[in-house]
């Protein structure tokens, strides 16, 4: 008997000890890698699991250079090969095997090795090694050398010898396909990642494929580099031992503040950031001895944090979140850390730079004038909220919230669709603990060039803004991922633009924040008896009919409700396709949203001439080969 008849013909009540099963360390981590790494992903979204392997094998090499050794780290990708040799002290020779299979083990458990590193958990290598067709490990450590190749996890062969090279530790490895299906690496954002390490690790070069990266300025440059607007004053840059701060403030709405632990780019803030920004508000209120609202001084701030602490917690694998509320075990408390530098070497900045705080009062005067303004119509949009019991009737909620202490607050996500066909198959098929939806009425308002006092004019915008809970700030953001699930048509791509012109003019934070993203939904099904394939691109599809051979049935989906519920839950599970909204430096807000939705309607028009790929080009090339399209 299989042991899938084993199962079929067990009672589900039995309890015994057959029922218990033992898995290796390496087969946990390829079954359940989202504890480990999150989503698997193909590449195609900055927080795909692939990044996250460069990213923990970097980091390990980025660790040595904190500790004070090697100032160089080389990195290659080719063939999705990714090649990473610091010079470093080397993992001590007998525990080169141990440091990348054997799990809780490793030199930062309260070592003062490692000090001031980001992996304390001794788990990033070994998730690399177990979700990898081929890993390579070797350390060079005075004179002598130690090496390993693995696949999958499982230890295929090792070595001892001498050697002239020079100390350090070179990983070498390729992700796997069948985890990561199909996967690529997007080349910039391996690269924003390295720009990133640069700028937190003054002194350290990376060599990338040829290419060097090396910040003379720390997170100076990092600003200098990302300002998508001329600042209103020259930035305030600040560093002291195991901190350093830059800010300026521009003229978008919102805060747009970076935040960084021991080089992590902490996407979510933590301790450190909340205490950065009451720092700023305090010193700058004491400063000017006037009683300004907090929100008025940090308006359109424009800033980056970064410190060093030892042994950091955070609240996932992922390290996204700092929880740390000390500097150290037993020391001060990030808050008075941060709090103290702030009040003494800002107070001081702005004493010796008046025409920067001439310049920096005016702003936060004229965002006082503006709250205010708008203060009345905020009071009446509740008022009627409350009159008309406008309790969000769109919104359909999931159990679990982004504030919430639970692992999973990472995986709550709103999915933003158009009328009740879209949103009920989504509805039917989304995990009610961490998926909610609204539910738009039709193609929303166009924004553009309105004042924010159309956020409570507009009954719709006004739930959505509730809905998500960033009235005052993102705070209280109630879902990690903002989702437009729009229909793949003119009329959905129309509903995603005035969204798109909804969150960049009136909360741009969500973006910079990387909250907003556009779901990708399959546009054909390729089936026959035996076997189907969801294809989001025409090379798929035409992949899927290869494979599948003779008459193959295809679908061509054009809206989301055409998707059943069914079919639905494999497009939002693990699987799922997103594209987040990004913001570079390129990406000025206000030339945006002029361009597609202000008045240039000559400009924009060549534009789509220009760049339009007609949909009966398709329908054209489908009936040649007699397939039946369904609209």
């Not at 999705?80 to 799990?103: C, F």
């Not at 702030?342 to 005016?362: C, F, G, R, S, W």
Request: charged share 25%; hydrophobic share 35%.
């Amino acid at each position: 008997m299989t042991d899938n008849e084993k199962m079929a013909s067990a009672n589900p009540s039995d309890y015994t000890e057959d029922s218990f099963e033992t898995l290796s360390w390496n087969m946990h981590i390829r079954k359940r890698s989202g504890m480990y790494i999150g989503k698997l992903g193909d590449g195609s979204s900055p927080d795909d699991g692939i990044y996250v392997l460069f990213k923990e094998i970097v980091d390990n090499a980025i660790d040595e250079f904190i500790m004070g050794y090697g100032k160089v780290i080389n990195i290659t990708l080719e063939d999705n090969v990714v090649t990473v040799r610091d010079h470093g002290r080397g993992i001590p020779l007998g525990k080169v095997i141990d440091a990348v299979s054997v799990m809780n083990t490793g030199a930062k458990y309260g070592s003062t090795a490692f000090s001031k590193s980001v992996g304390l958990n001794g788990v990033g290598s070994k998730a690399v090694n177990a979700t990898s067709i081929e890993f390579y490990v070797q350390s060079f450590r005075n004179g002598e050398t130690t090496w390993a190749s693995f696949s999958e996890g499982e230890l295929l062969d090792s070595g001892h010898s001498f050697t002239t090279e020079k100390d350090g530790t070179l990983v070498r490895y390729k992700a796997d396909p069948k985890l990561y299906e199909n996967y690529s690496y997007n080349m910039e954002y391996l690269e924003t990642m390295l720009k990133n390490y640069s700028y937190l690790n003054t002194g350290l070069t990376f060599i990338f494929n040829g290419r060097e990266f090396k910040s003379k300025n720390g997170l100076l440059d990092l600003i200098n580099e990302n300002l998508s607007e001329t600042p209103l004053y020259p930035p305030i840059h600040l560093s002291g031992q195991d901190i350093e701060i830059v800010m300026t403030h521009g003229t978008e709405n919102g805060e747009n503040i970076s935040s960084f632990v021991n080089g992590q780019n902490t996407i979510h803030g933590g301790t450190h950031l909340a205490a950065f920004r009451e720092a700023v508000a305090k010193t700058i209120k004491d400063f000017f001895k006037k009683d300004f609202d907090p929100k008025d001084v940090r308006q359109s701030i424009v800033g980056a944090i970064s410190i060093k602490i030892i042994e950091p917690s955070f609240s996932n694998q992922t390290k996204t979140f700092l929880n740390s509320k000390d500097i150290a075990p037993g020391g001060v408390s990030v808050r008075n850390f941060i709090g103290d530098f702030i009040a003494e070497h800002l107070d001081n900045y702005l004493h010796k730079n008046p025409k920067v705080a001439e310049t920096m009062l005016k702003k936060i005067l004229d965002s006082e004038k503006e709250r205010k303004a708008i203060s009345g119509i905020q009071k009446l949009a509740r008022e009627k909220a409350k009159k008309n019991n406008l309790n969000i009737k769109k919104l359909k909620d999931c159990r679990l919230h982004f504030g919430d202490k639970d692992s999973k607050n990472i995986d709550t996500m709103l999915f933003i669709t158009e009328g009740d066909s879209a949103s009920g198959s989504i509805s039917k098929s989304r995990d009610v603990n961490t998926q909610a939806v609204f539910s738009l009425r039709g193609k929303p308002l166009n924004s553009y060039g309105m004042s924010k006092k159309i956020v409570y004019d507009n009954d719709e915008f006004y739930m959505l803004q509730a809905a998500l809970n960033i009235e005052e700030d993102l705070e209280n953001l109630r879902y990690n991922k903002v989702v437009i699930a729009t229909d793949a048509d003119v009329d959905g791509m129309h509903i995603r633009l005035l969204l798109l012109t909804f969150f960049l003019q009136f909360f741009p934070d969500l973006i910079r924040q990387g909250h907003l993203y556009i779901l990708q939904t399959p546009l054909f099904r390729v089936r026959n008896k035996k076997e189907v394939h969801y294809c989001y691109t025409a090379e798929e599809k035409e992949k899927a009919i290869k494979k599948i051979g003779k008459n193959p049935e295809i679908t061509r989906f054009k809206g989301l409700g055409e998707i059943s519920p069914d079919e639905f839950k494999f497009f939002i599970g693990e699987d799922i396709r997103l594209d987040r909204v990004r913001l570079s430096k390129e990406d000025t807000v206000s030339e945006l949203l002029e361009f597609y939705m202000g008045k240039n309607s000559m400009e924009r028009q060549n534009f789509i001439k220009a760049n339009l790929r007609s949909d009966l080009i398709l329908e054209e090339l489908a009936e040649a080969a007699h397939i039946d399209m369904e609209a």
